[in-house]
């Protein structure tokens, strides 16, 4: 036999909902906050006062569903860190230097211009409030009956996976991947269209009730 | 802008590239799972010339319904207010052991009104043993007459022989 363990009383006035927040974007325009909890994930929550190298992210299953991710250091290194998105949300500028400009190279012909290719960050004044992990197109994944078709713009869910009712998944795109074709300015805003198709007859009726 | 589309999504911020969806019940219409197409119009498509059927961004999955736990119904339980018990299974599933279970008796009981009336004796052992060929001695058999029987002899043995000895 063992000892009961009674369940401890709700706390009815928690603090841990959370609130808004007020905070300092483009020099000195303030704008308040609220933060949304979706499927468990808080998104545009108060970052903490000192930065966690180890704070724990949010990655995406399959099928869309998020899983936390907690990193880790092992062996001096870190493991499960939150990804690094390469240049995938940097623009690029070319700058021309002349012979001058470098500081006079000896191996550079006094007439030559030497072109630099300048990576800035994009604006992350929203993005950076979203925990969970952002799609490029590392993440893109092969589909259509040979697995031969990129999923581009998609990273999640993963093509005929199955989402139940009332679950929660999140669908993901490749930001950069709606510009403009003749401006070539990336979209501002998407919509998503969710259409009835018809099922292949090789997958009919292949789903466990 | 097609028949099929069911659900459109209020225009979001493409910097944020995500997009929670809670598959609602309604969507299914009354089946187990459909399959469905996920298309992202941006803002520079308008909607006339946006159709997802044919947009060149595409993702298929299936929406169903989630597991269920087996639970008396609804229909169930009004037919059981009103007297109605179909439990015509549970006869079948008890009557196939008891019907083994008397016959077994019934058998016990016959063999033992009968036990007087049984004979064995022809398979006793000792009628057995009666029928019983007996050969006789292996000399006296009239093939082996003339085979003589030597007498056992040791192997020869290797004898060590040392200069001490």
Known sequence: WRDVVMPRPK????????????????????????????????????????????????????????????????NGRTKNAYPSYSTYFQNVYTTSLTYEDLGKPQNMDPDDIFEKEIFVDDDDTYTSLNPVMRCTPLSYFQKGPAKNILSEPFCSPREKTNLKVDDTYFITWYTKFFTHPVTEQIAEKVRLHFTYVKEDARDKNLHKR | PEKATFFITEWLNNVDGIFPLEVQEAWLQGQAYRAILVTIQPDYINDDEFLPSTADNGLEFIIKLGSKVFKTTKEQLALQDAGIYNDSIYYIILAIPMCVVVTFVGMYFFLYLTKGNRDFSDIKSS???????????????????????????????????????
């Open chain 2, 127 to 165: 009628v057995l043993k009666s029928r019983h060929r007996v050969i006789g001695r292996i000399k006296d058999i009239k093939k082996f007459r003339g085979i003589k029987n030597h007498k056992y002899e040791e192997l020869p043995q290797f004898k060590k022989v040392s200069k001490q000895n």
């Open chain 1, 11 to 74: 706390d009815t006035t928690t603090t841990e909902a959370p609130k808004p927040w007020v905070r300092t974007i483009y020099d000195s325009a303030k704008e308040i906050v609220t933060p949304t909890v979706i499927a468990g994930i808080t998104f545009s929550a108060e970052p903490d006062k000192e930065s966690d190298p180890l704070k724990p992210w949010v990655s995406l299953k399959k099928d869309g569903s998020p899983v936390t991710i907690k990193p880790e250091i092992k």
